[in-house]
């Protein structure tokens, strides 16, 4: 999973206000904080799906194979 490195914002300058321009970038900038936080997490549950998925398939075949 890639970020970008810039974000754009689109709005037209004159119908925004420094203010209202701060607080948007403040709060794209959390954003992309809390989910560049998670993206360990995100990978970690991943890899324990994967992990159960291939147990699930190993002991459905060793089932198979006994009987």
């Not at 321009?21 to 994967?50: D, F």
């Amino acid at each position: 999973m890639e970020l970008e490195n810039s974000v754009r914002i689109k709005a037209p300058a004159s119908r925004v206000s420094q203010r209202s321009l701060k607080h948007l970038i403040k709060e794209t900038v959390t954003n992309l904080l809390k989910a560049v936080k998670r993206l360990p997490l995100l990978r970690l549950s991943m890899e324990l799906q994967w992990y159960q998925a291939g147990h699930e398939v190993l002991s459905r075949g060793l089932k198979e194979g006994i009987n």
